[in-house]
């Protein structure tokens, strides 16, 4: 399976953050130290539907908004350092919010 790395919207340069790909370039999966645990990489039709809606959200012009109402839920003014993903916090924050409800 040939994995692409696909930039939504397009941008020739390389990145973000600690991405060193550009638009284009293929994606090796299982070459870490921990390869052979991962397995051959995710699964591509997971792949294809990430892409899809980061175009539509682009096309449609609701990716701005989305990234606008993201920025705003950050109330406060501080940095932050982030050492996981987005996902795993919005995870954390459901738990924990459901956690208190229960207490």
């Given at each position: 399976m040939k994995y692409i790395y696909r930039r939504?919207?397009?941008s020739p340069n390389v990145g973000p953050a600690l991405?060193?790909?550009r638009d284009g370039d293929e994606v090796h999966f299982g070459r870490g130290i921990k390869?052979?645990?991962l397995g051959g990489g995710p699964l591509p039709l997971l792949c294809n539907v990430q892409l899809a809606?980061?175009?539509v959200l682009h096309m449609s012009g609701a990716a701005e908004v989305v990234m606008q109402l993201r920025a705003d839920s950050d109330d406060s003014d501080t940095p932050h350092a982030y050492?996981?993903?987005?996902?795993?916090?919005?995870?954390?924050?459901a738990k924990l919010h459901l956690q208190s409800i229960i207490v």
């Open positions: 939504v919207p397009y991405i060193n790909l390869g052979e645990r809606v980061a175009r050492v996981a993903s987005d996902y795993f916090l919005d995870i954390l924050d």
